[in-house]
């Protein structure tokens, strides 16, 4: 079965920088297109980022363009997103997803921002 | 504010039909697939259905979904009390450039 485990998070300061990672395992990592979406307490979905299978192509929200920055390591089968200048707003709960439609879901790491 | 509209709520009592609507512009549902997820208590989100039914292996033909033109809808049938969760439709949005969610649907099993 489809296997995606995220870590990373944790608590840090307003202005501060944090790197999650994603390692994904029982399919084809190469083959998929690879998404973030993130959920602040007690709130909705939001969808952060995602990139295509190499890496060429990436989208962000509006709200983290310029300050978060997706990458992927086909070779390592892992998904990683690198956040900087992190505000209190952006805490919550992130999701690795596979596909551009997030048909698989991670359990999630969180990202506390105070 | 969400570009995708889903009412707050809904709610049945066992073995009724539930439906939650979800509602878009043509730069979203109207020229895109939508998809509808399940986020049980505590838990993360699952994928539940897309365009003509498709449903990944585990979920129930209970639920099914529907669009016309800009707007889209999730019915569940035979209402289940495990089925108490909240739901989001979802879709690409071609002017954005971006995947949007709708605010979620909490169901609730009476």
């Known amino acids: 079965d489809v296997q995606l485990v995220e870590s990373g998070g944790g608590l840090v300061q307003p202005g501060g920088s944090l790197k999650l990672s994603c390692v994904a395992s029982?399919?084809?990592?190469?083959?998929?297109?690879m998404t973030w979406v993130r959920q602040a307490p007690g709130r909705g979905l939001e969808w952060v980022a995602n990139?295509?299978?190499?890496?060429?192509?990436?989208h962000y929200v509006d709200s983290v363009r310029g300050r978060f920055t997706i990458s992927r390591d086909n070779a390592k089968t892992s998904l990683y997103l690198q956040m900087n200048n992190l505000r209190v707003e952006d805490t919550g709960v992130y999701y690795c997803?596979?596909?551009?439609?997030?048909?698989?879901w991670g359990q999630g790491t969180l990202v506390i921002v105070s | 504010q969400s570009v995708l509209t889903q009412p707050p709520s809904a709610s049945g009592t066992p073995g009724q039909r539930v439906t939650i609507s979800c509602s878009g512009s043509?730069?979203?549902?109207?020229?895109?697939?939508v998809y509808w997820y399940q986020q049980l208590p505590g838990m993360a989100p699952k994928f539940l259905v897309y365009?003509?039914?498709q449903r990944p292996s585990g979920v129930p033909d209970r639920f099914s979904e529907s669009k016309s033109g800009t707007s889209a809808s999730l019915a569940i049938s035979g209402l289940r009390s495990e089925d108490e969760a909240d739901y989001y439709c979802?879709?690409?949005?071609?002017?954005?450039?971006?995947?949007?969610f709708g605010p979620g649907t909490k169901v609730t099993v009476l």
């Open positions: 997803a596979r596909a551009s439609n997030a048909d698989y």
């Open positions: 029982d399919f084809t990592f190469s083959a998929y297109w």
């Open positions: 990139m295509n299978e190499d890496g060429s192509k990436k």
């Open positions: 043509s730069s979203n549902i109207g020229n895109n697939n």
């Open positions: 365009r003509n039914n």
């Open positions: 979802a879709a690409w949005d071609d002017s954005l450039s971006a995947y949007v």
